[in-house]
Structures are given as C-alpha cells and as structure tokens.
C-alpha cells in the first residue's frame, strides 16, 4: 500500500495480530452502529483505529478491504497532505504502517 509513496516509506513498523482488538471489534459490531465510537463513552477504545464500511456481502475478505483503502491513495495528495475525495482510511492506515 506504501509503494511508490512520495516520500518514500520509512520506518515500517511489523504488524502483529492482536486477540484483544479482534475483541473490541466484535464488540463494537454487536451495536450495529455506522459510527466510530466516542472514547469518552467507550474508553476501551481510545486509541484504537478503526475503519467502519457498510457493504453489500456477507464475506468480505482481507483482499476486499485491501482494495478499498488501496483506492482511497488516489485521492491523497502527499505533497499538500491533503484528500481530494475521501481518503481517511487510506490515511489512517499508510500512516500507522
């Protein structure tokens, strides 16, 4: 997702599967709500990224969503940091990583 990024990627940190976020998440889908929780109400999730889609298939896959972030790269301008159509998951993501 970070390839040919202007600058160029630096600092990659290793990602880890993590059971207590797979947790938080199942929690958080038992609300049914669209929205990213407030961490003020929910402090479990403070700090916590998420990323929320409402989609039409019972079966997304890793692949799925990777292609729907990875789209996003072409709405962000690196130069001006800036989104010229929605790109905030796009760029939650590419600056965790």
Request: charged content about 25%; glycine content about 4%; aromatic content about 14%.
């Amino acid at each position: 997702m970070r390839e040919d990024v202007q600058p160029t990627a630096s600092n990659m940190h290793l990602i880890s599967y993590s059971v207590e976020l797979e947790q938080l998440a199942e929690e958080w889908l038992a609300h049914c709500d669209h929205r990213k929780p407030d961490s003020k109400m929910f402090p479990q999730y403070k700090g916590v990224g998420q990323i929320l889609t409402i989609q039409h298939t019972e079966n997304l896959t890793f692949e799925d969503t990777y292609y729907y972030l990875r789209a996003q790269k072409d709405y962000y301008d690196f130069e001006n940091n800036e989104c010229e159509d929605y790109c905030g998951d796009y760029e939650q993501v590419s600056n965790t990583l």
